[in-house]
T-cell receptor, first 116, second 111 residues
Framework: DAGVIQSPRHEVTEMGQEVTLRCKPI?????LFWYRQTMMRGLELLIY????????DSGMPEDRFSAKMPNASFSTLKIQPSEPRDSAVYFC??????????????FGPGTRLTVL | KNEVEQSPQNLTAQEGEFITINCSYS?????LHWLQQHPGGGIVSLFM???GKKKHGRLIATINIQEKHSSLHITASHPRDSAVYIC?????????????FGQGTRLTINP
């Protein structure tokens, strides 16, 4: 399997522009997570989906952020309008579920976003 | 106080030394993860454990649920082990998938 695929790997944009980050999870995985990593705050969960349904979006910073998962093989994280403080590395991860048991998350390579 | 605390924040050692990184947490959990983030930025899951000890090659992870503490050990450390090691805990509610992360420990192994 190719692993979790994210695009683009790098994005530079100007303040106020819309940014869309994309993620393709590992085939067969039913959980998908979006994380943000900054020097100041480390890794933070933004939102996660189970079977394409958003389960916990309490980490989404504000209304400027939105995430969708239209099908099991694709998810987007959108920022509109973008601000310089959104500059960070955004990771997507996926995992599968086992009844009653924990499981490993597989991370994508990340998208480095710079908002000027 | 953060829910997950790691120590030390930075660690420099010589090749061959035995390394220990600690993680303490303040909430009930269903599982604890150790992750490795390479200098290039990629994140790899090393261990997921809910009790006892796990070993993979030169890496050993232990957890003490009563004391809310986990350790990651590296035996015969090597420069390629240089990375940031991140502890993360999953909530105690069965099926909960949310991870809460420590700030990471930056490990540098000198040849």
């Amino acid at each position: 399997d190719a692993g979790v695929i994210q695009s683009p790997r790098h994005e530079v944009t100007e303040m106020g522009q819309e940014v869309t980050l994309r993620c393709k999870p590992i085939s067969g995985h039913d959980y998908l997570f979006w994380y943000r990593q900054t020097m100041m705050r480390g890794l933070e969960l933004l939102i996660y989906f189970n079977n394409n349904v958003p389960i916990d979006d309490s980490g989404m910073p504000e209304d400027r952020f939105s995430a969708k998962m239209p099908n099991a093989s694709f998810s987007t994280l959108k920022i509109q309008p973008s601000e310089p403080r959104d500059s960070a590395v955004y990771f997507c991860a996926s995992s599968f579920s086992l009844a009653g048991g924990p499981h490993t998350q597989y991370f994508g390579p990340g998208t480095r976003l710079t908002v000027l | 106080k953060n829910e997950v605390e790691q120590s030390p924040q930075n660690l420099t050692a010589q090749e061959g030394e035995f390394i220990t990184i600690n993680c303490s947490y303040s909430v009930g959990i269903s599982a604890l993860h150790w992750l490795q983030q390479h200098p290039g930025g990629g994140i790899v899951s090393l261990f997921m454990l809910s009790s006892g000890k796990k070993k993979h090659g030169r890496l050993i992870a232990t957890i003490n649920i009563q004391e809310k503490h986990s350790s990651l050990h590296i035996t015969a450390s090597h420069p390629r082990d240089s990375a940031v090691y991140i502890c993360a805990v999953r909530g105690g509610v069965q099926g909960a998938q949310k991870l809460v992360f420590g700030q990471g420990t930056r490990l540098t192994i000198n040849p």
